[in-house]
C-alpha cells in the first residue's frame, strides 16, 4: 500500500517528513480521550486481540504508529479504520491503558470531517445512514435504515437481502412503521444545537 | 531583634545548581534581594554550593565577617545538610546554626513560570532568615553500636550477606519464614547465562551456614517485635513450632517413611502445588537446616487427635515432640539487613492467558522444578498427560510492563526465559517459540547467551501474546492450544498452535513486605519494593539508620545483582559496627517539668514507646536515644509542656511570619 | 426496588423477542419495569463514528428523561441491549470525569428543557437478575429445569467492555451462572467475548460471515446445543445468516440462538408465545421438546 502524497512515483516506498503532518498525533489524542497514545510500545496485543484485524491493510499497532509518526494520509484515506467493529477487545487488554478504540473512533470523524474516508466502502454510509436517520426521527426503524443504506451503496446488493427481510417482516421482526417521538423537531434542534 | 542577646550576623548563600536553579530562578536578584533583610551581613549566589569551594566561601565569610547564623538555598537538605553542617564546623560555628532552603525540588523543579518561581524562591529564603536568627547551640550523642547483626530472609541475598558478615567476625542472627533457607534459587535447575547447577553453587553456601560458628539460624521463625534504635535495636523473632527437636533431627527420613499416610497426600509447596507430601515432611534433600517438619494443618494428630503416631514411634532419636510452643527470642542486635525477597505474580490475574483452565498452560516456576532432576517430573519436560511437547510457547512479561497488573519490568524474566527455551529445547527436542515484547539481555555475558539462543532454531516472536485458546480453526489447530499474537516484525496477525505454554510471570513485592516495612520503619516505593535511601547513591541503606536492604525485596534482580547487593549491604552494615559508635541527631523532644501536669497523653501516641512515666515524680520522661524527633508528643501535649530542640516555637513562628510579613 | 425500562430500537425490532421475554420473565419473578416516556436511540457505534459530542448528547437526554421520570434520589436504568446498555455507561462515566465535556452537554440539556443531575445507575439485566434478585430465588421459581441442555453463553463484546461494572472482563460468567440455575450445562468455551462483527455481516458481509461462522463453528465443536445472547446484534448475526454461512463454508453449523431471557422464561413455564419463540428462524428444539 502506497498512497501517500507522492503518488506521482507508485514505486517510491520511502516517506520524506516534510509529507508527515506533525500536528496529527496530537489533534487525535485531544479527540480520543487522553495522551495515552504516546505510551505505546508497539507490543501488538491489540492487533492480536481484534478480530478484524486479518482483513485490515494496517494492523491498529501500525495505525497507531503511523498517527504518531504524523503519516495522515495514509491512515484516514485507507478502509482499515471503518473496520474497526467497535468491540473494544484492544483497549481492554493494552497494557499501556491506551483507548484504541476511541482513536479509531477519532479517526473516523477526522476522516469525515476532511471528507477523505473511502467511498466506495459500505460501512462509513452505513454509518452517514444511520446518523441521519437519528437526527431525523430520534429513534431508528431497521426497515428504513436498511432499505436508505443499500440506495446509499448499491441497490443491486439489497437483492440477496430480500428474501431475509421478507422472513423478518414474516415474523414480525421488521415493520415500516415505527414509534416516533414526540417533538421530533425539538430534538432536532437539540442536537444541531451540539458542536464537537 | 533586639532581645537577642548577641548580635545576630546572618550569611545567605543562593546556589545556582548549574543550570537547575539558575535555569529559572534568578539567583543574583535573591541573592540581592536577602541582603537586604534584617541580620543579613552578607548574601552571595554561586554556581556549586556543595564543591569544595563553596564549602570554603562560608568557612573564609564566617572568619571575616564574624558571622554566626548561616542559610544555604539550594537542594533538599536530604542531600547536603551533612555538607553544609560540616562547612559550618570547620568555620568554627555550631553546625545547628545553619538553615537550609529547598529552591531546587520545591522551586526550580517544579515551576515553570519563572515570575512566580522567583517570588517562591525569595518567600522561603526570607522565612529561613526569620528562622535562623533563633536557631541554638545544640550537641550530638554518641552511643556505642552492638555488633550483632540480624538478617531477614534466607534466600542468596540473606546468606551471601550472612556468610560475609559472620567471615568478619560478626555474630549473625539470620532468621527464615521457611523451613528451609535457599530461597527461589533452590527451585532452579540451572542458572543463566552460564548454564551452571544452581544447587551445585548454592548448597555449599547453605552448608557454611548452617556450619559456621558466627552464624545463628532460625529457620521457620519470624521477626514479631522491633524496638530501639541504630546500633542498639531489641529484636523478637517467634519460633513456629515444627513439633520435632531441632537438635535431635539427622534428617533421616524415618519419620516420614513411617506416617500412616503411604503416600504423600498434601500439595508441596516446594514444587508449587506439582507433586504431593506427607503431613510430616522435608522440603528438598539438602534443605537446610536438614530437619523435618510436622504440618499441623493437615496431620492426624493434629486434625483428631487419634493418631497411633507412628512417626514418633520411627524416631531412634526421640526428635518428634507433638507438644512443641511457637517460642520467642529476643536478641540484641546493632545493625539489621532486609532481604526477604519476591513473589511470582499469579498468571490467574491474566485470564486471557488459560492458567488454571488449560492444564498444558504453566508459570515459569512451574517449568523450573519439571526440568529439575529432583523435581516432580525428575527432569522430564512433559505435559499433564506425561507425553512429551512437540511444540512450546514462551510469552514474556507476564505480569510485567502492563498498568493493568505491574508497570515495571522484571528485568530477570527476558533471561530465564531464554534460559528455559534452551533446556527445553535440550529436553524435548520441541520447536520452541519466544515471543516477547523487547529483548532485554543487559548483563555480562547476556547478549551472547542471546545469540547463542538465535543460533539455536529457536523461534523468535516480537509481539504480545494476545491470547491462548482452544478454539481451532483449522485441522492442524484440533486439540493443541493455539496461540494469537502479531508478529510486530511482520506486521501480520499469526496463530501458533502449541502443545505447551510457559507463562514467563514476573517479579512483585511479597504480600507481607507491608508488614515488614512497618515493623521496620522503613518506606515502600510506589509499587510496593522496599524503598533505598538514595537510588544510586544508598542503593542499599534505609531512610531508618542501621536497616539495610539487599536482593529482589528492593526491586526485581537476578542472582548476580543479588549477591553484589547483599556484599554491599554487609559492607555498609560492617562500617558502622567498625566505627563503633552512633551520633545522634539533636533534634529530640524533651520535657519542662514545671509544666507537665502528669496527664500521661503523650505516652500512648509517642510511635517509638520513647517516653516512660516517673511515678514518683509523677512526669512523663522522654528516653532521648528512642527519641526520633517526629514532633508528634510536642503537638499533643495540652500543657505545652514538651518542646523539641531545632523546632522550637519561636523559630517556627518566626519562620512563618517570616514567610507572610514581607519586611521590605 | 423500581427499575426504569430503556428498550433501545432494536428490541422493538429484529430483537422483539427479546423485550417480549424480558417482560415477560420479570413480571413472573415479580420485578418492576417502567419504560422511560419518550426514550431515543442511544447513538450506538455508528453515531459515534460521525459526531462524539452529539452522540454524547442524545444519550444524555435519555439519562435526563429517566431523573425526570424516576424522582428523587439514585434512578436506575435497566438496558438490555449490550449496546445501549454501553452507550449509556460510557456516556455517564465520560461526564462524571470530563469537566469540558460534562458543561457543554450540560448547555445542550439546557436548551432542550432538561437537567441531568448525575443520578443515574445503569443496569444489565444479568446484573438485576444475580445482585439484586438473586440466583436461590431464581432457582426456586424454576418450573421446568432444564437438565441435559447443553448451553453456550455468548455474552458479545459490549457488557463487559470496555467498561465492566458486575462481570470480569476477561472471563465473564453472569450469563453461565443464569444457565447453571436454569438446571441446564454451562460449556466453558473461549470464544464468548469475541466479537461477531456487528453491523458487518450487513455492509462487509464477507468479512462479517466469517466471524460469525467461526463462533458457530466452535459452538458446534464445543457441543452446545443451544447458543444464548444478551445482544439483539448477535443474535440477528447469528441467527439470520445461519442458512447462508452453512452454504457459503460448506459446513453445517445450524445452531438455535436465542436471548437468555427466552432460556429462562422456558424454565419459568411461559407460554411459548409470550417468549417470541415464534420469531426464531432456527427453532430450538432441544428446548421445546
Known amino acids: 500500500m502506497n498512497s501517500g502524497s507522492n503518488g506521482k512515483q507508485p514505486f517510491l516506498h520511502i516517506k520524506r517528513e516534510a509529507d508527515l503532518d506533525k500536528e496529527f498525533s496530537k489533534r487525535i489524542a485531544k479527540l480520543a480521550h487522553g495522551e495515552k497514545l504516546y505510551g505505546c510500545i508497539q507490543c501488538g496485543n491489540c492487533s492480536a486481540t481484534c478480530p478484524l484485524s486479518p482483513y485490515m491493510d494496517y494492523t491498529p499497532r501500525k495505525v497507531i504508529a503511523m498517527v504518531r509518526a504524523g503519516f495522515r494520509d495514509e491512515v484516514l484515506s485507507n478502509s482499515t479504520v471503518w473496520l474497526c467493529a467497535s468491540c473494544y477487545s484492544c483497549t481492554v487488554e493494552c497494557p499501556k491503558g491506551i483507548k484504541i478504540t476511541d482513536i479509531m473512533y477519532a479517526l473516523k470523524r477526522e476522516a469525515i470531517i476532511k471528507k477523505v474516508y473511502p467511498r466506495n466502502f459500505a460501512i462509513p454510509a452505513l454509518s452517514r445512514t444511520f446518523y441521519d436517520e437519528v437526527r431525523a426521527g430520534g429513534r431508528i426503524n431497521e426497515t428504513w435504515l436498511l432499505t436508505r443504506f443499500y440506495m446509499r451503496t448499491n441497490i443491486f446488493k439489497a437483492i440477496g437481502f430480500i428474501g431475509l427481510a421478507l422472513k423478518l417482516f414474516g415474523t414480525g421482526r421488521l415493520k415500516l412503521a415505527e414509534k416516533k417521538l414526540k417533538d421530533r423537531q425539538q430534538f432536532r434542534r437539540m442536537v444541531e444545537s451540539t458542536s464537537n | 531583634m533586639s532581645h537577642h542577646k548577641e548580635e545576630i550576623r546572618i550569611g545567605v548563600y543562593i546556589c545556582h545548581c548549574g543550570h537547575n536553579i539558575a535555569g529559572t530562578v534568578d539567583v543574583t536578584g535573591i541573592a540581592e534581594y536577602a541582603s537586604r533583610l534584617p541580620n543579613v551581613v552578607i548574601s552571595k549566589d554561586y554556581k556549586y554550593m556543595c564543591s569544595d569551594p563553596g564549602q570554603v566561601l562560608i568557612g573564609q565569610d564566617i ?376 529483548m532485554r539481555t543487559p548483563g555480562k555475558g547476556y547478549e551472547e547467551f542471546y545469540d547463542k539462543l538465535l543460533r539455536e532454531d529457536v523461534h523468535f516472536i516480537r509481539g504480545r501474546v494476545a491470547e491462548v485458546s482452544d478454539w481451532a480453526t483449522t485441522s492442524d489447530e484440533e486439540g493443541k492450544l493455539i496461540m494469537r499474537v502479531e508478529d510486530t516484525m511482520v506486521g501480520m496477525v499469526r496463530r501458533i498452535p502449541v502443545d505447551m505454554v510457559v507463562l514467563s510471570v514476573g517479579l512483585e513485592p511479597r504480600d507481607d513486605a507491608q508488614d515488614i516495612r512497618k515493623l521496620f520503619n522503613i518506606s515502600c516505593s510506589t509499587e510496593g519494593f522496599f524503598l533505598e535511601k538514595h537510588p544510586k547513591l544508598a542503593p542499599v541503606d534505609t531512610f531508618t539508620d542501621g536497616v539495610f536492604i539487599a536482593g529482589a525485596a528492593q526491586g526485581p534482580r537476578d542472582i548476580p545483582d543479588s549477591v553484589a547487593q547483599a556484599g554491599a549491604a554487609a559492607a555498609q552494615a560492617l562500617a558502622l559496627i567498625d566505627s563503633g559508635h552512633v551520633e545522634l541527631e539533636p533534634n529530640t523532644a524533651y520535657i519542662t517539668d514545671t509544666l507537665c501536669s502528669g496527664c500521661k497523653s503523650c505516652l500512648n501516641i509517642c510511635p517509638y514507646k520513647a517516653i516512660a512515666f516517673d511515678d514518683e515524680k509523677r512526669k512523663s520522661v522522654i528516653n532521648e536515644a528512642l527519641c526520633k524527633g517526629c514532633g508528634t508528643c510536642v503537638a499533643s501535649c495540652p500543657s505545652g509542656a514538651i518542646r523539641q530542640n531545632l523546632f522550637e516555637d519561636e523559630e517556627i513562628f518566626s519562620e512563618i511570619r517570616g514567610l507572610f510579613v514581607e519586611s521590605i | 426496588m423500581k427499575y426504569l425500562y430503556y428498550p433501545g430500537c432494536s428490541l422493538r425490532s429484529t430483537g422483539r423477542a427479546y423485550e417480549e421475554s424480558l417482560l415477560a420473565v420479570f413480571r413472573v419473578l415479580g420485578i418492576d419495569l417502567a419504560e422511560i416516556d419518550d426514550w431515543n436511540c442511544c447513538g450506538a457505534t455508528n453515531y459515534m463514528s460521525i459526531n462524539e459530542h452529539r452522540a454524547i448528547a442524545i444519550t444524555t437526554r435519555n439519562l435526563a428523561l429517566a431523573e425526570q421520570q424516576g424522582g428523587s434520589g439514585e434512578v436506575h436504568i435497566i438496558a438490555p441491549c449490550n449496546a445501549c446498555y454501553m452507550g449509556l455507561q460510557k456516556t455517564k462515566i465520560y461526564l462524571d470525569t470530563e469537566q469540558g465535556l460534562r458543561e457543554k452537554i450540560l448547555k445542550t440539556m439546557e436548551g432542550a428543557g432538561l437537567r441531568y443531575e448525575g443520578r443515574v445507575v445503569i443496569r444489565h439485566p444479568l446484573d438485576v437478575l444475580i445482585n439484586d434478585f438473586g440466583l436461590d430465588k431464581l432457582k426456586m421459581a424454576v418450573k421446568k429445569p432444564l437438565h441435559d441442555l447443553r448451553v453456550i453463553s455468548y455474552y458479545g463484546c459490549q457488557m463487559v467492555r470496555p467498561i465492566a461494572t458486575f462481570d470480569h472482563e476477561a472471563d465473564p460468567v453472569s450469563m453461565d451462572q443464569v444457565a447453571m440455575t436454569l438446571g441446564a450445562t454451562a460449556v466453558d468455551w473461549g470464544m464468548k467475548l469475541r466479537c461477531c462483527g456487528g453491523s458487518m455481516t450487513s455492509t462487509v458481509p464477507d468479512v462479517g460471515q466469517r466471524l460469525n461462522y467461526l463462533l458457530l463453528k466452535e459452538a458446534k465443536a464445543k457441543k452446545g446445543d443451544i447458543m444464548i445472547t444478551a445482544c439483539p446484534l448477535c443474535q440477528f448475526n447469528l441467527e439470520c445468516f445461519q442458512g447462508k454461512i452453512s452454504k457459503k463454508f460448506r459446513d453445517d453449523i445450524s445452531i438455535p440462538v436465542m436471548f437468555f431471557t427466552q432460556l429462562m422464561g422456558m424454565a419459568l413455564g411461559i407460554p411459548e408465545k409470550e417468549l417470541g419463540i415464534h420469531r426464531l428462524f432456527v427453532k430450538p428444539r432441544p428446548v421445546t421438546v
Open chain 2, 63 to 438: 572568619a571575616e565577617h564574624k558571622l554566626n547564623r548561616i542559610v544555604v538555598s539550594s537542594c533538599s537538605p536530604l542531600l547536603h545538610e551533612k555538607t553544609f553542617r560540616d562547612a559550618l564546623v570547620k568555620g568554627g560555628l555550631n553546625p545547628f546554626f545553619l538553615q537550609m532552603v529547598n529552591i531546587r525540588e520545591n522551586v526550580s523543579w517544579v515551576h515553570t513560570d519563572t515570575d512566580d518561581a522567583n517570588l517562591k524562591a525569595r518567600d522561603l529564603v526570607r522565612a529561613a532568615v526569620h528562622r535562623v536568627a533563633y536557631q541554638k547551640e545544640l550537641t550530638k550523642k554518641k552511643v556505642p553500636v552492638n555488633p550483632d547483626v540480624l538478617i531477614v530472609g534466607g534466600g542468596i541475598a540473606g546468606i551471601s550477606a550472612a556468610l560475609t558478615m559472620a567471615d568478619a567476625g560478626k555474630k549473625v542472627f539470620l532468621v527464615e519464614k521457611e523451613p528451609t533457607i535457599g530461597g527461589h534459587m533452590a527451585l532452579f535447575d540451572k542458572t543463566f547465562p552460564t548454564l551452571d547447577c544452581a544447587a551445585c553453587i548454592l548448597t555449599p553456601k547453605m552448608s557454611s551456614v548452617k556450619k559456621h560458628p558466627n552464624i545463628t539460624l532460625w529457620s521457620y521463625s519470624e521477626v514479631s517485635e522491633v524496638s530501639g534504635f541504630v546500633g542498639n535495636y531489641k529484636v523478637k523473632v517467634t519460633r513456629k513450632p515444627r513439633y520435632v527437636i531441632e537438635e535431635l533431627c539427622v534428617g533421616c527420613y524415618a519419620c516420614v517413611d513411617e506416617c500412616i499416610f503411604k503416600e504423600g497426600k498434601f500439595p508441596d509447596e516446594f514444587n508449587l502445588g506439582m507433586s504431593k507430601r506427607k503431613p510430616v515432611y522435608l522440603p528438598f534433600p539438602q534443605a537446610t537446616p536438614l530437619v523435618a517438619v510436622i504440618d499441623d494443618k493437615t496431620c492426624i494428630h493434629f486434625k483428631t487427635g487419634k493418631c497411633q503416631q507412628s512417626c514418633a514411634k520411627a524416631c531412634d532419636r526421640n526428635a518428634i515432640d507433638f507438644n512443641q510452643q511457637p517460642e520467642v527470642k529476643e536478641i540484641e542486635v546493632g545493625t539489621v539487613i532486609l532481604t526477604t525477597g519476591f513473589k511470582a505474580f499469579d498468571a490467574r490475574r491474566l485470564p486471557y492467558y488459560g492458567y488454571g483452565k488449560f492444564p498444558n498452560v504453566f508459570t515459569s516456576l512451574e517449568v523450573e522444578r519439571m526440568v529439575n532432576a529432583s523435581g516432580p517430573t525428575e527432569g522430564h519436560v512433559v505435559l499433564k498427560d506425561g507425553s512429551k511437547p512437540k511444540s512450546v510457547g514462551i510469552v514474556h512479561c507476564v505480569g510485567s510492563r502492563d498498568e493493568k497488573t505491574n508497570k515495571w519490568c522484571s528485568r530477570v524474566c527476558c533471561m530465564y526465559s531464554l534460559k528455559l527455551a534452551h533446556l527445553i529445547k535440550e529436553h524435548t527436542g520441541a520447536e520452541v517459540y519466544n515471543f516477547y515484547i523487547d
